[in-house]
């Protein structure tokens, strides 16, 4: 995937979070991009503080396709992904993440705030205990801030 095809994919991500957001739930949103890098498979909003984007996403996709398919799709998502969502790419068999907003960066938007207890554990710390390798490529520079916008508005309106 180029650097033009994951800024791409991030802003379609980001719309699909927006739309999650017009829905009544969380900003976050979630695509699966084929191995060109363009053609895009699913999308996933956030449902609940359970069934996250990316982890909906990834099941989803392991329903549906091979998992050597998979092994070449790219996970994109709007913030990095939790040890939650991390652990279920994995199981997926998915085999390269993109992201547009780092945990850590989520959490200062955040705050403690009850709906969302981030948790400060990188998804390369969770992938790297795995025996895959999966690809990661995130923050990235020319999204974080229309992402963090989509945040700061909505945890500022939802104060805990």
């Not at 994919?9 to 017009?22: G, K, P, S």
């Not at 710390?125 to 700061?152: N, T």
Request: hydrophobic share 40%.
């Amino acid at each position: 995937m180029s650097p033009q095809q994951a800024v791409r994919a991030l802003r379609r991500a980001n719309a699909v979070a927006q739309r999650a957001l017009t829905l009544g739930r969380h900003p976050f949103g979630a695509v699966l991009v084929a191995p060109d890098g363009d053609t895009v498979l699913a999308e996933q909003g956030n449902v609940d503080s359970v069934n996250h984007a990316e982890s909906t996403l990834a099941r989803t996709a392991a329903q549906n396709y091979a998992a050597e398919y998979l092994w070449a799709c790219t996970l994109v998502t709007t913030v990095e992904p939790c040890a939650m969502c991390a652990g279920t790419q994995y199981w997926a068999h998915i085999g390269r993440l993109v992201y547009g907003l780092s945990e850590r960066r989520l959490l200062v938007l955040t705050g403690n705030h009850a709906e969302n207890p981030t948790m400060d554990l990188p998804c390369r710390d969770v992938f790297g205990r795995g025996q895959k390798r999966i690809e990661v490529l995130g923050p990235v520079p020319e999204v974080e801030e229309e992402i963090a916008a989509l945040h700061r508005g909505f945890w500022q309106r939802h104060a805990a």
